[in-house]
Nanobody, 128 residues
Framework: QVQLVEPGGGLVQAGGSLSLSCAAF????????VGWFRQAPGKEREFVAG????????DYADFVKGWLTISRDNAKNLVYLQMNSLKPENTAVYYC?????????????????????WGQGTQVTVSS
């Protein structure tokens, strides 16, 4: 079992950058595929980015378009989400989640029901 905590988040001006982190407590983070999701007001939660167990595999939602990078440091039990050139439409609660088993060919890690553990979420607000 693992607990996830997401420090970071906050208020940033449009065009600015923000780095989120996801810290794992309990079982070693290297045992999990990690995804970041977000939920904007009035919208469903959606996949943003995912990273494989070793960090060699990454995948991004189509809307990311190069402004976001996911990475991990298993020695520190951390996964990072670096967000650049932020826009007001990126305002949302961002969640990290961990899954023990995912399908790389089916990309089922886009589905939030594939994940076993979730962080509490962190608010990101981008002002215009």
């Amino acid at each position: 079992q693992v607990q996830l905590v997401e420090p970071g988040g906050g208020l940033v001006q449009a065009g600015g950058s923000l780095s989120l982190s996801c810290a794992a407590f309990g079982r070693a983070f290297s045992n999990y595929f990690v995804g970041w999701f977000r939920q904007a007001p009035g919208k469903e939660r959606e996949f943003v980015a995912g990273i494989g167990f070793s960090g060699c595999y990454t995948d991004y939602a189509d809307f990311v378009k190069g402004w976001l990078t996911i990475s991990r440091d298993n020695a520190k039990n951390l996964v990072y989400l670096q967000m650049n050139s932020l826009k007001p439409e990126n305002t949302a609660v961002y969640y990290c989640a961990a899954a023990t088993v995912v399908g790389y060919r089916s990309r089922n890690y886009y589905r939030d029901d594939r994940y076993d553990y979730w962080g509490q979420g962190t608010q990101v607000t981008v002002s215009s």
